[in-house]
């Protein structure tokens, strides 16, 4: 009987062993198709399987690490090293990415040097391990950075467990994003390499999407429609200059396939078959991410030989009705590593790209930027954008939208919500390379009126850059107005227009602004009529919009104005609904004996005593959108207010009121406790939104702004 009990127990041990052995085949089998969640759930299914073999502790660890759990992969990486007698040596290699991926640098350098310790002098990853130690270095010495940027994941309405990358905004319309993503539901299902269906171990093609933006937030992810998408992948390149034309890749792998491009034709007028961009450029020959400027210079990243090793940036124009050879853009800006992904600034000098050499990345590719110096005719030295624009994933796709502002890019960070993830970029000032000459056709001209959007004097940094007072100012007596002359604009309803003796005031402002070059004119708006808050902020900033628009007709720059409308409260206007008030910066150098509309509001202001009339003032910013806010932090928060300039297509969303910066940084974290994304504190110096540089020169008079400029 003993015999028989021993036998049961051996057969009964057999057949675990079988179904444990079982287990972890389908585990690595999953595992070597990259389905880390299928594998990590075959491998829960049977605990004791990852309780007593090692390598399956060890697949458990990582398929944790390629989820994005890190903390659960650093207990079991921890617990294979104090428990087994030869752990294997990746398991410090995992622990130093693990903690490169948490930005502890430091830590990630050290194990990654155990790492070294315990392989083999022939492993083939040495080298490699190696550039992630200098990455780690070089994360060490930027963390401490300070940089003017915010950066928030476009969250899970847009964002899967899955790959979400190459995102390109409208050219047309601000607030809608188009990407390509690789997930569930795509056209053709799961498929294998051989493109057979395969529920099981297939892997999804990429689509393209597009998606909006909803208040504060993008969501409405909508396919792209069954002509473009398709069984194989399909990846968004870019679109041509007045977006007409969209320029994408088809193919069943990254070398084979084609670009092709789409016309958005109505779909009764489509054919199954889609035009072929003649180019230069090839995906055969390792070509990809081409940016197109103005549909005559295209800049792109290629593996084509040639080159300086792995991926390069090559440029090539559109002249005499063809491209010409493509040229390497030299080896300041390409290394041995990979560059990819280029965007050019609309200064047509100014280039964005990623790089994974280990000399300029802390991570894996990070985003760089380099300026074309046309006296030297090279490339200056690529600079690191630094964190949080940059981490220890992939940051990849970089794109400044118009507003100058706001950018976007794609990241394999390990905080998102699966491989790669979209993500959005708030600079606080604006970047001054996003500038751009504006032709303005007013309604009556029969020509195009050009006026020039250079960058306002406000924003020059005089500590490095001097301004020289006109000769005629020095020579000739400026004519002297009398103070105060403006006063405000009264208009009754939202559908009434300027009227005339309206017309009369703007062209005598008109001709103040063209007489004395360099003068900043702030619009400050009012909306009383019976609207929401959110409402009435933006039909407050439309009808400064429409004088704005008369002044430019008169000739006026448009990046000399800037235009408000804040919260009237319970206030009444004794003019009708709307108010529209006027008043003036005047530039470094000015003579300052000449008699303006000075730096106070006009005559009788509409609401006298209103915070936002203040001298110095800081404001705490949330959200910059094409249109209005319909988010519940306006309503929550006192202080309400919308800017916009005329030359940029954003409206920027404000809130609070403060005459000190720590009252406003206070203000700004407890914006952030309830539950806003992101926030950060702008000055206002005389009306006119100031960045860094325009505070400094004020600090003497408002000493308050060291706080700030710090």
């Known amino acids: 009987m003993r015999i028989f009990f021993l036998i049961l127990i051996a057969s009964a041990a057999l057949s675990a062993a079988q179904g444990q052995s079982t287990k972890k085949q389908e585990a690595k089998e999953f595992f070597a198709h990259q389905h880390y969640s299928d594998a990590l759930s075959v491998l829960n299914s049977e605990p004791g399987l990852v309780k007593t073999d090692q390598e399956a502790k060890f697949l458990f660890a990582i398929c944790h690490y390629q989820l994005n759990h890190l903390n659960e992969a650093e207990a079991a990486l921890q617990g294979l090293i104090r428990s087994e007698k030869a752990p294997y040596p990746e398991c410090w290699l995992y622990l130093g990415k693990i903690y490169h991926a948490m930005h502890q640098f430091s830590k990630a350098a050290d194990y990654y040097k155990d790492y070294l310790r315990q392989a083999k002098p022939t492993q083939f990853s040495r080298q490699m391990v190696w550039d992630d130690i200098r990455r780690c270095a070089n994360g060490m010495e930027w963390q401490y950075l300070q940089t003017e940027v915010v950066v928030e994941n476009m969250g899970r309405a847009v964002n899967t467990e899955y790959d979400e990358f190459a995102p390109i905004v409208s050219p047309n319309f601000s607030n809608k994003l188009y990407f390509s993503s690789i997930r569930p539901g795509n056209i053709g299902g799961s498929r294998n390499k051989a493109g057979q269906a395969d529920s099981r171990l297939g892997r999804y093609s990429s689509d393209l999407f597009s998606c909006e933006a909803q208040g504060s937030s993008w969501g409405q992810v909508k396919a792209m429609h069954y002509l473009l998408n398709s069984p194989q992948n399909e990846v968004l390149l870019d679109f041509n200059a007045d977006g007409s034309v969209l320029y994408y890749f088809k193919g069943n792998s990254p070398e084979e396939g084609q670009i092709f491009v789409d016309t958005f034709r109505k779909m009764e007028e489509r054919t199954l078959s889609t035009n072929p961009f003649l180019g230069p450029i090839s995906p055969r020959i390792g070509d990809g991410t081409p940016f197109f400027v103005n549909d005559t210079l295209l800049y792109f990243s290629s593996r084509r030989p040639g080159g300086f090793g792995g991926l390069d940036l090559y440029s090539t124009t559109f002249s005499k009705g063809k491209w010409t050879a493509p040229q390497n853009l030299g080896p300041v800006v390409n290394t041995p590593y990979d560059e990819t992904t280029p965007f050019l600034a609309r200064d047509g000098r100014t280039l964005y790209f990623s790089s994974n050499h280990p000399g300029r990345s802390m991570g894996g590719l990070d985003v760089l930027k380099s300026v074309f110096n046309k006296l030297a005719g090279r490339w200056t030295e690529p600079e690191n954008l630094g964190m949080p624009v940059n981490s220890a994933g992939d940051d990849a796709y970089f794109r400044v939208g118009k507003d100058g502002f706001t950018a976007y890019f794609a990241s394999s960070r390990k905080d998102g919500y699966g491989q790669r993830d979209l993500y959005l970029a708030y600079f606080n000032n604006f970047l001054p390379e ?69 017309k009369i005031q703007l062209e005598r402002i008109a001709a103040v602004m063209k007489e004395f070059s360099g003068l900043q004119l702030v619009i400050t708006a009012f909306c009383t009529e019976k609207f929401s808050l959110p409402a009435r902020l933006f039909k407050g900033i439309k009808k400064a919009e429409q004088a704005a628009d008369y002044l430019m007709e ?19 206007l004794k003019g009708g609904n709307y108010s529209l008030e006027f008043s003036f910066l005047k530039p470094d150098g000015f003579p300052q004996d000449t008699a303006l509309p000075d730096l106070e509001m006009g005559l009788s202001p509409a609401i006298a005593g209103h915070e936002i009339q203040r001298n110095l003032l800081y404001k705490v910013q949330i959200s910059s959108l094409s249109g209005q806010y319909n988010g519940q932090m306006i309503e929550k928060f006192p202080g309400a207010m ?34 806003q994304k992101s926030a950060f504190v702008v000055p206002y110096i005389y009306g006119v939104r100031a960045d860094r540089p325009m505070a400094r020169k004020f600090v003497l008079r408002f000493p308050d702004l060291q706080h700030y400029t710090n």
């Open 434 to 502: 996003m500038e751009l000459p504006a032709t303005y056709q007013p309604l009556y001209a029969e020509k195009p009126q050009i006026v020039e959007e250079s960058i306002p004097k406000a924003r020059k940094d005089l500590a490095t850059e001097p301004e020289t007072p006109k000769q005629e100012a020095a020579t000739n007596p400026v004519p002297e107005l009398p103070a105060n002359a403006f006063t405000p604009i009264y208009v009754r309803s939202e559908m009434e227009g300027l009227s005339e003796s309206n």
């Open 554 to 572: 008169q000739g006026v720059a448009g990046n000399s104005i800037f235009m408000r409308c804040g919260d009237a409260g319970k206030a009444t």
């Open 642 to 675: 919308v800017e916009k300039n005329p030359n940029l297509a954003y409206y920027r969303y404000t809130l609070g009121a403060f005459s000190n910066y720590n009252e406003a940084e206070a203000f700004r974290k407890e914006v952030l406790k309830a539950g």
